[in-house]
DNA sequence: GGTTGTTAGTTACATTTTCAACTATTACCA
DNA sequence: TGGTAATAGTTGAAAATGTAACTAACAACC
């Protein structure tokens, strides 16, 4: 098993930032997993309407970058739990505002609570320049 | 929808790596999905035993860091396409020694190409300093 | 040498995700 | 006004993934 190619993969960005990206979520889904059986469209469905106080699932598809079915069935799950409240637009009927309960806010604090300090684990790894130029370098990639 | 709460989610690493890695792989799956029908998985297994040569599975899911059931599942799969062969050790049967068909590396070397031409793009959005901190600091993510 | 433990890899089943088709409502425009 | 198109969201079937139990081969130890 010796390198022959002159082709690195640790130097691809897809594959790089799946690597990262899987390895640093997995420990905060064992929180959100373990702590409310939650999927990982779910934290991030909750940790929208949380922050955003009060949106439409096509909302959340725009800033979350999830297809509408997912959106869909995390917030029937979210739904079925209490965790969020629907309420259909009075003017137009195709619009439904979606609402955390106070359930759900309870939820959401606790997980941004271990969110957080996750984040200072992770970040122990790098160096404070070295946060900020990921930090932008990711927005920056993210941009489609 | 107005944001509201201190805690923003685009500071939020894990979050914010899925949402690079899930925008910057989009592009390069229309191609090995578009081309050869294949799946991340597979592009990952092919694309090791292309630059190591000669593997045995268990040695595909320690590099990249993949569960031995997508391991297992992507090699049958490029088997059965004829992008590679298995042997057996002789000495060890438990182990089976992967390798490439002419056909895999064929199919490598195009999608390898792709991925160059791709990572290029990526790079466009990021200044060369950028490029190496975002390495440095992946690759610090990545380790467990 | 036979029992027990370990390791590589596969398989079966449950859970999730994807894709396409669907409903319901509103917008557009002749 | 009526008919077609567009939009928000849901649903069902197929594909993919995760989990745990499994087989087969070897190791270790008495």
Known sequence: MTQKDDFDLREFLPYLLNQAAEISSQSFQRIYKGRYGMLRTEWR????????ERMT????CE??????????????RLEQR??????PDE????????T??????????DLRAHAQQHDQVLM???STEEITVLRRA???????
């Open 124 to 126: 122990q790894k790098l």
């Open 63 to 76: 800033k979350a970058i999830m297809h509408k079915t997912k959106v869909s069935r995390a917030v029937q």
């Open 45 to 52: 469905v909750l940790f929208h309407l949380a922050i955003y």
């Open 82 to 87: 209490r965790y969020l409240q629907r309420k």
């Open 138 to 144: 990711l927005n920056a990639l993210s941009q489609p």
């Open 100 to 109: 955390l309960t106070s359930q759900g806010r309870a939820v959401y604090e």
């Open 91 to 98: 003017k137009d009927r195709r619009h439904e505002w979606l």
């Open 57 to 60: 699932a096509k909302d959340i």
